[in-house]
């Protein structure tokens, strides 16, 4: 299952362009564009050419986080350690390995690392990304609002912490805000899968189903490993009575990530409704 599982992303295109220097190189700068652009496997490519003798903490961070788009938590695991050495209170380094930690559900070290992030620079949006999704993991949803409101006042142009502003905003039941936060978010950054979703998402909730299907196809045009984008294109089919369809959509955001409960919840209540008790059970 590991190379299976989904580690969302937490540093944002714009967050890495103000960190790095202006001078780059070539292959950098055609990288970031690429980024921006929702083309990870043609961002990595190119950061993957560099002389490893060239690389600084800010690109190893950066092309850690490129690994984990794609579940390659060894070769991030690797670069994050040579961050670490290279600058031992990197608070980059310390939110990735708390978002590696959330995914495989070590959810105390989660917590820890993530706080280790904060407390290695507290004015790193990034950081207060990775706490939001640890204190989820603990079920402290206040509290994870309050870490990407925080993420917010640092970073006002971050796409990701208004696209996570909105993801939290609709577990809480702020509905009208989480769409405009999810506006927002696609405004800053249209080519990223994660605004793509957390809008069709709002649109869901807002009962709006033609929007929600044509956002969440964006979505997985844009991130094909995301399993959210599918799960939500499935709900929104079957409200339209489409069950069989949208169970089939079901079951490919399981085999996307086949860890991720939420999913197989939905999954299992899909199989019932078709009369199918085994299989939901299964999935329950």
Partial sequence: VQWALYYPAIIDPHVIEQQLP????????????????????????????LDPQTLSPQL??????????????????????????????????????????????????????????????????TARLALSY?????????????????????????????????????????????????????????????TQTVLGFAHLLQIDIKKAKETFAKAIQLDQADPMPRLGLGLSLIREGQLEAGRIELEIAASLDPANSLVRSYLGKAYFEEKRYGLAETQF
Avoid: C
């Avoid at 060894?74 to 939110?95: T, V």
């Avoid at 702020?174 to 769409?179: Q, V």
């Fill in 60 to 125: 190893l961070t950066y092309r850690a986080g490129l690994y984990l788009t794609f579940g390659r938590v060894i070769e991030a695991r690797s670069d994050i350690a040579l961050a670490l050495q290279m600058e031992s209170n990197d608070s980059e380094a310390y939110a990735l390995q708390a978002i590696i930690a959330v995914v495989q559900n070590d959810k105390v070290a989660a917590l820890q690392l993530a706080e280790q992030a904060v407390n290695a620079d507290r004015s790193s949006p």
């Fill in 22 to 49: 202006q001078a780059l190189q070539v292959n950098v700068r055609e990288s970031l564009v690429h980024y921006r652009q929702g083309k990870a496997f043609e961002a990595l490519s190119l950061i993957e050419t």
């Fill in 134 to 194: 640890a204190q989820q993991a603990h079920f402290q949803i206040d509290e994870a609002l309050s870490s990407v409101e925080e993420a917010l006042r640092l970073d006002g142009k971050n796409a990701l912490v208004w696209a996570r502003l909105s993801e939290l905003q609709m577990s809480t039941g702020y509905l009208d805000r989480a769409l405009e936060s999810a506006q927002q978010a696609v405004s800053l950054n249209l080519h990223l899968g994660k």
